[in-house]
């Protein structure tokens, strides 16, 4: 049985802990009488996959069965998530390229022609043609590609349809195929609690109007987390839009979880608790370290975004969104979650190379607050393990480097926004409409392979929520002059970092290291 | 007694929009107020007619401020009306170029000061010997014919002795045995020969090689216009030297001195019963009290030196510690020649006077630099981080060791720059070459200091001054002191500290204090980054007629040509065919940097012979694809954020270069700005390789953006223009706000002389890949296999 997670207490024996440090590592002596938070070990994944999914389609939840919707001569439409899920990018073959060639064989056999394919990518980049390869498949890449493999895009006033308004007055536009569709079937990949049920086609395939009635600072404050969808307006937001949608067209969703098998062998160590290290690990750990030191930034680039996750299956079912998404979220629990007791006045966290928003390419400054502050901030249910106003220590090198191609509205962001204010309800009020309508952006994000021009504030306010909640944040490692346009403090040392939050929490403060990734959910009594 | 006996005379004085003119009718109409009339001779300028020269050159000149300020201004105006009027009167003509009515005025002159002359050392000889030797024979034949018997007096200088040792008399300089005639046929006639030997081939192509090298990518006219200022240049160097020579064959240490000499000897032959006056300023300074203490108009013979000095810049200079030097302020000078004019001398003889003050109140060379060292001590300059500047210690080295050393130094410097001129490496290398630039201005001034005033500080003579002490102590005590010109009334240490050097460094606008008096706050809050581009743009905004022209390569995006037919190639040929293709392309590629060098046209043209036999479709789908692959990644940000600035404030935009149009199209299209680019011909669907018309480069850009301007009705007055290297000037010229974008070597040099804004994008770091296309990705092997 695999091991759930675990709190350890921090003593004379304990090895030290890894963090994680952008394109690089480090290792950090703990003090005595911290605590570090592992996840729980990878979850056996389910041995036949296709038979599974099968399985699942032909006894959905509250649905019929897939192939009982399927009718000759009916508009079919195949929406999927883009490569922001999930991360580190899957071994292929994806399990979307499974479920996707079970539906379009399903499809094929009831005769039906008018089958579009189209990536649900909301506000995110288009996929390069080897990107949209790898999450369908060759097969499906060579037959559909490209009048009918496709990727949604959000600014075109042509193909995005307004369906109505919410009852807290939301509007919701639909990709105009998918509303004109006879049935939408959604191929969800569900790897944080964040992702599936109603948010899939109401961000997946909306445009900014839409998608900005929940993607703002006001709604991020009052999610608490995001990581926990009953305690978070967004996700009470895209329910009230989702639920529109499915008045206005069938959907059948297909949800998908995995375990948390995130790094290859060669990586192992970065999977494994520092006390599980074999001599091989060791090893393994010296060399990446050496290698991360010394190696050129690109180098190192290229060799940690060639990883591939040997992510295993672990649950998928279909059928009605609300069904379908209650299970989804019990398996993504079950792998997730470990139970942490009480809060603490410091918390340390290492970020990885790789958030959602840079696949294949470098994690921005403005990408490490959302990914540090934001995505691995809120990986809890009740409340974060980080008192109310205790430090946040961070270790990423944060170094001024964007991705002219995929952020070009981030570098932006970062010279003009952040050199005047760093508050996220301001930001909103100055810069919204700005960045959202800028014709340059929108022509780089619809004929290029660009974020949305508003997309560095979605990233900038998913931190929002932890900005108001630590009372002090602090970046080990990083580039001074970077930490201080985000408006947080840096510290060249672990140590140091810890003096420093102790002006903020006082002497002997309570510490805990939550080692991620692989990530994992607290739940905080 | 000099009021008295000018009262109720008329005088001229000639060289009146001169310093010392000026100070004279200055001096005139506050201290003679019943002098009858002044008359100004003033010859009229290509610019300004000459009573509009009185009011702009003369009568605004602060030197009269003081008097302006005694009368108020209504009462100034009226006396200038009632007192002065000018004459018209060409000093280069035969006969002056007078009108009848001038004659009569000059008829009726009681005293004619005669102050007008060349005086910068450097001037080319022919110049020199028109004005100062000419001018005045001129003046005297022309005042002998008219009948008119005026007291002449004519200023001359303390060195017309040439460079003699012991003391200079006050009488007619020494016959050196030259005629004067001779002399003054000799040096005007120089220019023809020199202007003649100017376009002999081997100079012209010498210049021209020059300026092309310098200037050959903006294109043949500013290649034309480069030879010509050169060749001008040559022509007065080579006057210049020739007048040196001359005059030091002579022993005179310059050509001023010299065909001053030689006007003295024309002015004693030529004077007949014309009662003359010649008076000798030795070197003349700011002013010790009058109009005011410390005017001075220009930059004369000390105040570069102090300023050198003061600044650090000379760190060494030759010359006699132990010599004199002979200054004389000028009010002293002023008040010798007035009390001059008011005494006539008595006879046919003329009397000579030195307006001089080493015998009286002896200066040496090593006290002046003393003075500026206790000075510069007390009153730093300030570099422009605000910090003092200190002084050199001066060793006094002699001045031929002097010249070699900084010769040496300079040549160092010239051939660090060359060098760093040819290096291939575009904008990176701006900076180093802006120093080289600064280091080589530094050493030219010292070698031109040297050149010039050194043998001055090596002179090792006194003037004698024993007529003006005589006209001194026949001075009544009353007047002495609105007139004072004995040099033995002042002392040197109040005139330097308190009066001359102040007035060099007010002059120099050199930064004296640090940040406005006051320290700096300390304060690391971030400034806001102020453009004056962008308010330029805000300023301009709304306006249709408004144009933006881009340069796109190096300017908006860090490529070039060449990177982007690698790329295309690349990615269309199989990986097995990469490395003899490449070496191809390396083996091709000194020939192009050189031609690049030389022209961009022709660059273009050569390299654009690779496309031959290309499918121009399939061309068209690489450059749609090297849209993502190299130009968005390479693009600078700045850029971008300025088109859409351009764009908001209803400017046109366009984007002019010389890369073809399957690369630049795609990329105009996503900005949605206009495009004029170089167009391939396609002969039975392939491309040949040829272009549709000329490569917009050089003029033919300035050509296409004043055609465009046309069509359009852009103002280009008005307009921006954004380029970062020399073949665009012709371009940047034609704007009114030209932009220097990450500029070259050279443009640097020209944007920094013509004052054009420069600015610095750069690329989104960690974004630079090889110009190649991923072998590895499916893609490219499908795009290959297809």
């Not at chain 2, 201004?73 to 170029?97: N, Y």
């Not at chain 2, 460079?163 to 006639?189: F, I, K, T």
Request: hydrophobic share 40%.
């Amino acid at each position: 049985m695999p091991r759930p997670g675990a709190v350890i207490e921090v003593d004379r024996n304990t090895p030290p802990v890894l963090f994680h440090f952008g394109e690089g590592i480090r290792l950090e002596k703990m003090p005595f009488g911290s605590r570090i938070v592992y996840p729980p070990d990878p979850l056996e994944p389910i041995a036949h996959p296709e038979r599974a999914i099968k399985r699942a389609l032909a006894k959905p939840l509250e649905d019929d069965p897939l192939k009982s919707l399927l009718r000759r001569g009916m508009k079919l439409t195949i929406a999927f998530d883009d490569l922001s899920l999930p991360l580190p990018p899957m071994a292929a073959p994806d399990v979307r390229q499974l479920v996707m060639e079970e539906v379009i064989d399903m499809a094929a056999e009831a005769g039906i022609d008018d089958l579009h394919i189209i990536a649900a990518l909301g506000l995110h980049r288009r996929m390069t043609e080897d990107e949209l390869r790898h999450i369908v498949g060759e097969r499906i890449f060579s037959t559909f590609h490209p009048d009918r493999l496709y990727q949604h895009d959000g600014e075109d006033t042509e193909n995005n349809v307004y369906i109505g308004k919410t009852a807290e007055g939301e509007e919701v536009t639909l990709n105009r195929r998918a509303a004109e569709s006879d049935l939408v079937v959604y191929i969800n990949l569900t790897l944080v609690p964040m992702d599936g049920g109603h948010k899939s086609m109401s961000t997946g395939l909306a445009s900014f109007r839409s998608i900005r009635a929940h993607h703002n600072a006001k709604t991020l404050l009052a999610s608490r987390s995001y990581m926990n969808p009953p305690d978070s307006a967004l996700h009470h937001s895209c329910i009230r839009q989702g639920q529109i949608i499915e008045d206005t067209v069938r959907v059948f969703h297909i949800e998908m979880t995995v375990n948390n098998h995130a790094f290859p062998a060669i990586a192992n160590f970065m999977q494994k608790r520092e006390t599980d290290w074999t001599p091989q690990d060791q090893a393994m750990f010296l060399a990446t370290k050496q290698m991360t030191d010394l190696a050129p930034a690109a180098f190192k680039r290229n060799v940690f975004h060639a990883m591939r996750a040997p992510y295993g299956l672990t649950s998928v079912q279909a059928g009605q969104v609300d069904a379908v998404h209650d299970k989804t979220l019990d398996a993504v629990r079950k792998q997730l979650t470990v139970t942490v007791e009480g809060q603490t006045d410091i918390v340390t966290l290492g970020v990885p190379y790789l958030g959602p928003y840079n696949v294949n390419s470098a994690m921005n400054p403005i990408l490490v607050v959302c990914m540090g502050l934001g995505y691995l901030f809120n990986f809890y249910r009740n409340k974060p393990v980080l008192r109310k106003g205790g430090v946040l220590i961070l270790t990423h090198p944060c170094r001024y480097e964007f991705d002219a191609v995929q952020h070009p509205s981030y570098i932006d962001y970062y010279d003009e926004v952040l050199a005047d204010t760093t508050d996220p309800v301001e930001i909103e009020k100055k810069y919204e409409m700005r960045f959202a309508e800028d014709p340059w952006f929108r022509q780089l994000y619809r004929k290029s392979h660009a974020y949305h021009g508003i997309h560095p504030h979605y990233a900038w306010i998913w931190a929002a929520h932890a900005m108001d909640h630590a009372g002090d944040v602090i970046f080990v490692g990083a580039d001074r002059d970077v930490v201080h346009r985000l408006g947080f403090k840096c510290a060249t040392t672990l140590e140091d970092a810890f003096e420093m939050a102790e002006q903020t929490v006082g002497r002997y403060p309570t510490v805990t290291h939550l080692r991620m990734p692989p990530i994992m959910l607290c739940e905080v009594d | 007694m000099i009021a008295e006996a000018l009262k109720g005379k008329t005088i001229l004085v000639t060289g009146s929009t001169g310093f010392l003119g000026k100070s004279i009718v200055e001096k005139c109409l506050r201290s003679v107020p019943e002098i009858a009339r002044i008359h100004l001779a003033i010859r009229s300028s290509a610019r300004r007619p000459a009573s509009e020269r009185l009011e702009r050159e003369v009568l605004s000149s602060p030197a009269f401020r003081r008097l302006k300020e005694e009368l108020g201004e209504d009462a100034f105006a009226k006396l200038a009306a009632q007192k002065l009027d000018v004459i018209e009167i060409d000093l280069g003509r035969d006969g002056l170029g007078l009108t009848d009515e001038a004659r009569d005025q000059i008829r009726a002159c009681d005293v004619v000061i005669h102050s007008a002359a060349a005086v910068e050392f450097d001037n080319p000889a022919d110049l020199s010997a028109q004005t100062n030797l000419l001018g005045a024979a001129r003046l005297v034949e022309t005042l002998k014919a008219s009948g008119a018997r005026p007291h002449l007096v004519h200023v001359s200088t303390a060195f017309v002795g040439g460079m003699l040792r012991g003391v200079v008399r006050e009488e007619s300089p020494l016959d050196p045995g030259l005629n004067w005639r001779h002399e003054a046929q000799v040096l005007s006639s120089l220019r023809g020969p020199v202007e003649e030997e100017s376009r002999k081939p081997e100079v012209l192509h010498r210049l021209r090689r020059e300026a092309t090298s310098r200037m050959g990518p903006a294109g043949t006219p500013a290649v034309a216009r480069a030879t010509e200022r050169l060749r001008d240049r040559w022509v007065k160097d080579r006057l210049v030297e020739r007048g040196r020579v001359h005059a030091n064959s002579m022993g005179f240490s310059d050509i001023y001195s010299f065909t001053k000499a030689m006007a003295e000897h024309a002015v004693v032959e030529l004077h007949g019963d014309i009662p003359l006056s010649i008076v000798r300023p030795s070197i003349i300074e700011s002013a010790l009290a009058e109009p005011f203490a410390g005017w001075l108009e220009g930059f004369r013979m000390a105040e570069p030196l102090i300023l050198a000095f003061g600044r650090n810049i000379l760190r060494d200079f030759s010359g006699l510690p132990d010599s004199l030097l002979d200054v004389i302020p000028a009010d002293f000078v002023v008040n010798t020649v007035l009390a001059v004019a008011a005494n006539p001398p008595p006879d046919a003889k003329p009397r000579v006077y030195h307006a001089a003050s080493g015998s009286r109140n002896p200066l040496r060379f090593r006290r002046i630099v003393d003075e500026a060292r206790t000075y510069f001590t007390e009153h730093p300059l300030r570099d422009r981080y605000g910090q003092a500047i200190g002084t050199p210690s001066w060793t006094y080295p002699t001045r031929q060791e002097m010249a070699t050393r900084a010769r040496t130094a300079l040549r160092v410097v010239e051939a660090a720059q060359w060098f760093v001129e040819r290096l291939p490496l575009g904008a990176s290398i701006a900076e180093v070459s802006d120093d080289l630039n600064a280091e080589r201005e530094r050493l030219e001034r010292g070698v031109n200091l040297i050149q010039l005033y050194g043998v001055y500080t090596e002179v090792d003579c006194i003037f004698d001054t024993r007529n003006v002490t005589a006209l001194w102590e026949t001075t009544p005590a009353a007047e002495r002191k609105t007139f004072p010109f004995d040099p033995a009334l002042y002392d040197w240490t109040h005139y330097f500290q308190d009066v001359h050097f102040p007035t060099v460094v007010r002059m120099s606008r050199a930064e004296t204090a640090a940040r406005r008096g006051q320290q700096p706050s300390g304060s690391t809050a971030p400034k806001a980054e102020a453009s004056s581009v962008r308010s330029a743009i805000e300023r301009r905004a709304g306006r249709g007629d408004v144009l933006a022209v881009f340069d796109v390569d190096g300017t908006l995006v860090e490529t070039n040509v060449v990177e982007y037919f690698l790329w295309m190639r690349l990615r269309a040929q199989p990986l097995e065919e990469w490395p003899a293709f490449m070496v191809d392309i390396l083996r091709k590629g000194p020939r192009w940097l050189y031609l690049e060098r030389r022209s961009r046209a022709e660059f273009q043209r050569s390299f654009y012979r690779e496309y031959d036999g290309l499918d121009p479709e399939v061309m068209k789908r690489l450059g749609r694809e090297a849209l993502d692959a190299v130009t968005l990644r390479r693009i600078y940000p700045a850029g971008m954020r300025r088109i859409r600035e351009h764009k908001r404030a209803g400017h046109r935009v366009l984007l002019l270069t010389g890369a073809l149009d399957v690369v630049v199209e795609p990329l105009a299209e996503l900005l949605d700005v206009e495009v004029d680019c170089a167009h391939l011909l396609i002969k039975d669907g392939r491309l040949t390789g040829d272009l549709q018309s000329p490569p917009p480069a050089g003029e033919a850009r300035s050509a296409l953006l004043e055609e465009y301007a046309g069509r359009n009705g852009v103002v280009l007055a008005e307009s921006f223009a954004y380029a970062d290297s020399l073949s665009d000037l012709p371009m940047l010229e034609l704007v009114g706000t030209p932009v220097a974008v990450n500029p070259d070597a050279r443009l640097s040099q020209v944007a920094g002389q013509r004052g054009w804004r420069v600015e610095r994008w750069r690329m989104a770091p960690g974004n630079w890949r090889l110009p190649m296309p991923d072998p590895r990705s499916p893609e490219y092997r499908e795009a290959v296999r297809r």
